[in-house]
């Protein structure tokens, strides 16, 4: 009987890290994706404002200060997107890894759930 209950939690603890491994990058990648869409939008933000406060004769110094913001901005939210998000951890649920660009933007500071995390229930 002591044999087969060593036996249980020695093959439970095996197993349980790999559980909360997959959850943990999960939620990482989904921390990221919202952080990274988050400052893509505020890149789209301050574009529109610098195009918006030029007057007329200052229009196109104004476009063409507005641009780079508006092209980094641009290309971040179709990077991380809520749909590549989406397929992204689909296909990690799937078994297959996490793609090599996203996984190298992944920090320790993406794994850790902060209160504003607990409290939004992710």
């Known amino acids: 009987m002591k044999n087969w209950l060593l036996g249980a939690l020695v093959g439970s603890s095996l197993t349980l890290p790999g559980y909360g491994q997959g ?9 990221l994706f919202v952080q990274r869409r988050h400052g893509s939008d505020a890149l789209l933000t301050t574009a529109g404002e610098m195009a918006a406060s030029t007057t ?3 229009a196109v110094s104004g476009l063409v200060a ?5 092209a ?7 990077r991380f997107s809520a749909e590549r998000e989406a397929a992204i951890l689909s296909s990690y ?3 297959w890894p996490i793609p090599a660009d996203v996984r190298r933007k992944l920090r320790r500071k ?6 504003a ?6």
């Open 23 to 31: 959850r943990d990058t999960a939620f990482a990648v989904h921390k």
């Open 56 to 58: 007329v004769a200052g």
């Open 66 to 70: 507005g641009a780079a913001p508006a």
């Open 72 to 78: 980094v901005g641009l290309s971040q939210a179709a």
């Open 93 to 95: 649920a799937s078994g």
């Open 110 to 115: 993406h794994f850790h759930r902060t209160k």
């Open 117 to 122: 995390d607990v409290l939004l229930g992710r």
